[in-house]
């Protein structure tokens, strides 16, 4: 039975807004709010610029949506009477909670379906630590999937969770020792970047010998990583409008009833980490390799025929068969891909980021880049 509302609801969000999946969530409650309020929504913050919200006997919430992993204290009011809804919760969701959660059968298929079309037979699965319960839930569902292909999937467990420093040594050789190629999914992108960076200490190559992909698509990690990391994008806007639909309805029931939902998953966002490598032959991937560190120094084709030691027509047909473009083409590929990441980020002249990734004469490298990407560079980054 519903009930209608007397006023404008306070609505009280204690999502620390820290992480950027935590900030999306706040979106969708925000869209859902903007569109099916008004609402007086607050968030329960220590901002030192704005009125902050003190006892509650002051601004008494009629909703709450609180993170359910790690929520932040409500000072001086007990809660229990208030319609609460649980974003992302333990697994399973505690009993007698409205929840929305992500699945982790969900977020696990994606990548266990990713790598089983790219062929692979060798898998590894690296989790939380410590180790949580929708850490080992992604794992057991990451690993289903492995197993009903006939394969087999390396759990990591780690030896020193509070010591990075002695973590890695053990970590470095659980991945040599890992049968390769080898598809490799970490718990969260924090967690994917260890994988990364004691990768590149154990000198192992990725994605050639060990693909990896995170979870949260958190871009401050993902474009910063070596090489860049793929990771699972969950639609975190979806859950919190979600969310605040759920508590909407539980605000408006007389006799309001535990809901229980999950939200979707919107796909991979793919970056090198996980760059399909499979057709590539050895000379090919040691040529991308060598690419990849020298792009930006003024390399020539003739500079990665000599760092590959054979004949430059041989090198060009192998190059050509694996990644359907010239040596050349991929050179520039490198090149442009830098001069967009420093006019994205950096105030840099225009001359100094084409003496910075190789390029002879400002004038060359602004006439093909608007060839290429059909504005001018400062376009570009006036667009970005």
Not at 152 to 174: F, I, S, T, V
Request: glycine letters at 6%; proline letters at 5%.
């Amino acid at each position: 039975m519903a009930k209608f509302l007397q006023k404008i609801p306070h609505v009280l969000v204690a999502l620390s807004t820290v992480q950027k999946a935590r900030r999306d969530k706040l979106q969708g409650v925000l869209r859902y709010a903007q569109l099916n309020g008004p609402w007086d929504v607050q968030m329960l913050e220590d901002h030192p610029y704005i009125a902050k919200l003190g006892s509650f006997r002051n601004w008494h919430p009629d909703g709450i949506i609180r993170d359910g992993m790690d929520s932040l204290p409500l000072p001086g009011m007990r809660t229990a009477k208030i319609p609460t809804v649980l974003i992302d919760t333990q697994v399973p969701p505690p009993r007698g909670k409205s929840c929305v959660n992500n699945d982790p059968s969900l977020i696990a298929g994606t990548v266990a379906e990713y790598y089983l079309r790219q062929g692979l037979k060798q898998f590894a699965y690296v989790g939380s630590v410590p180790e949580s319960s929708w850490s080992r839930a992604r794992a057991e569902a990451f690993a289903l999937r492995i197993k009903e292909k006939g394969c087999a999937c390396n759990l990591y467990k780690p030896q020193h969770a509070n010591d990075w420093g002695l973590e890695q040594k053990h970590m470095r050789a659980w991945l040599k020792e890992l049968p390769k190629p080898c598809g490799l999914m970490a718990a969260m992108d924090r967690r994917a970047k260890q994988v990364l960076d004691t990768c590149a200490l154990a000198e192992i190559r990725v994605p050639e010998e060990i693909s990896v992909i995170g979870v949260d698509n958190d871009e401050t990690i993902c474009e910063r990583t070596t090489p860049t990391l793929s990771s699972v994008l969950p639609d975190f806007e979806g859950g919190g409008y979600i969310a605040a639909e759920l508590l909407d309805s539980l605000m408006r029931s007389v006799n309001p009833r535990v809901i229980q939902q999950t939200y979707d998953v919107k796909r991979i966002v793919h970056r090198l980490s996980s760059q399909d490598m499979k057709n590539s032959s050895r000379l090919t991937i040691s040529a991308m390799e060598f690419i990849r560190l020298n792009a930006c120094a003024g390399i020539t084709v003739m500079d990665v025929v000599q760092h590959l030691n054979v004949s430059r027509r041989f090198a060009e047909l192998r190059f050509r068969e694996a990644r359907g473009h010239s040596i050349l083409e991929e050179i520039q590929q490198k090149r442009l891909e830098r001069v967009r990441t420093l006019l994205r980020e950096t105030s840099l002249p225009i001359a100094e980021v084409g003496e910075r990734c190789g390029y002879p004469t400002e004038t060359y490298l602004k006439t093909l880049f608007k060839k290429r990407f059909e504005m001018t560079m400062r376009d570009y980054r006036k667009k970005h």
